[in-house]
């Protein structure tokens, strides 16, 4: 970089983290060019909700030519990192081509962790992305439609057994909408079965639900989760997962949904950087949100490892915003010259949905449940939402879905793959 030139950020990940950062820089004298493998931004916390065709894909996404289309310091390139140069500061892509830069940030995010069991994916798809999401609400309308052609019963109840493995806030929020959707939405849609007697089992390997909240919630949750339909198992880990099933302790359960809910790992990015990470494969980055020995590359959200008063900073929404601004604040801090200040989360509390007037919300000192944390979760997920029409659209469509119990998006696309 030259006296005159100007500064190249290169953000790899429109994510939470990537995308703030690259806004907190709409005003700085940088060129920032802003690379993901998709061309949209995705609010997953409701992912779950494209999965249980209660939103359609681009409700809760937006193209990021379109959300930067007025900051005219940034650029967005369509493309995957797969190398890093850090020694001639250079991005690699799947192309071939390089991108140099003199700021770098890494914010690519997570992926599904199967704890050494990689052969369950298959068998046990994930939650992450769009993808992810279309080809789960297939495989959830799908088993229903086989259930109503099958004529063995054995057959038709595996069918009609799904499975949710991990007790967070997307196994929960699965577990109750699925419930919902078996009970009210497929009500006197088919001839040949009722889609209530449908079960839907949560598996939690660890004493409880939604174990990040204080537990008089995780409790409250538990009972609102039974109270829907949903049978709760804790304290049992999964211990193989086929075509035909899982087996929970010595007792094997057939079963032709199940859906992994139950562990991440950090985006593959992190093993190309010089640096130490954590057993989820998140880089231990300094407090400023910088890699060790290169100042000049930043990491945040998912991939980022950080603690504060001895304790990891959750991979949440929230907190990937408030890196991503950090990490603006540290690089205009180096264009200054200026000592760049430690990262500091704010918690502003969990929250998590149950099914229709349940949830449970912590604020601190401030702990509910039931409609009126229904209501909060709700309110808080469409003021977060990118862009008018998203939030106009979402709020029509759980309106419409609060009245009639109706899912508008249960299409069915695709050839049939299911076993």
Known sequence: MTATSVPHVVIVGGGFAGLWATRALARDRVRITLIDRHNHHLFQPLLYQVATAGLSAPDIAAPLRHILRDQRNAEVRLGEVVQLDASARRVILADGDSVAYDYLLLASGATH?????????????????????????RRLL?????????????????????????????????????????????????????????????????????????????????????????????????????????????????????????????????????????????????????????????????????????????GVAPAAKQMGAHVASAIRARLRNAPTPAFRYRDYGNLATIGRNKAVVELHDLQ?????????????????????????????????????????ARIILGKDQLP
């Open 142 to 314: 799908l088993a229903f439609e086989h259930a109503e052609s099958c004529d063995d019963p054995a057959e038709r109840a595996a069918w009609l057994n799904f499975a949710i493995v991990g007790g967070g806030p997307t196994g929960v929020e699965l577990a109750g909408t699925l419930t919902e959707i078996a009970r009210h939405t497929l009500k006197h849609e088919f001839r040949n079965i009722d889609p209530a007697e449908a079960k839907v089992r949560l598996l939690e390997a660890g004493p409880r639900v939604l174990a990040s909240f204080p537990e008089s919630l995780s409790i409250k949750a538990q009972r609102q989760l039974e109270k829907l339909g949903v049978e709760v198992v804790t304290g049992t880990p999964v211990s193989a997962i086929d075509a035909r099933g899982y087996r929970l302790g010595d007792r094997f359960v057939p079963a032709r949904t199940v859906v992994w809910a139950a562990g991440v790992a950090a985006s593959p990015l992190g093993a190309l950087l010089d640096a130490p990470r954590d057993r989820a494969g998140r880089v231990q980055v300094a407090p400023d949100l910088s890699v060790p020995n290169h100042p000049e590359i930043f990491v945040a959200g998912d991939l980022a490892s950080v603690q504060q008063g001895g304790r990891p900073v959750p």
């Open 113 to 137: 962790a199967y704890f050494g069991h990689d052969d369950w994916a298959p068998h046990a798809p994930g939650l992450k992305t769009l993808d992810d999401a279309l080809a789960l609400r």
């Open 368 to 408: 509910f449940s039931g409609l009126f944390a229904w209501l909060f979760w709700l309110v808080v997920h469409i003021f977060f939402l990118i862009g008018f029409r998203n939030r106009l659209i979402v709020l029509i469509n759980w309106s419409w879905a609060y009245v009639g119990y109706q899912r508008h």
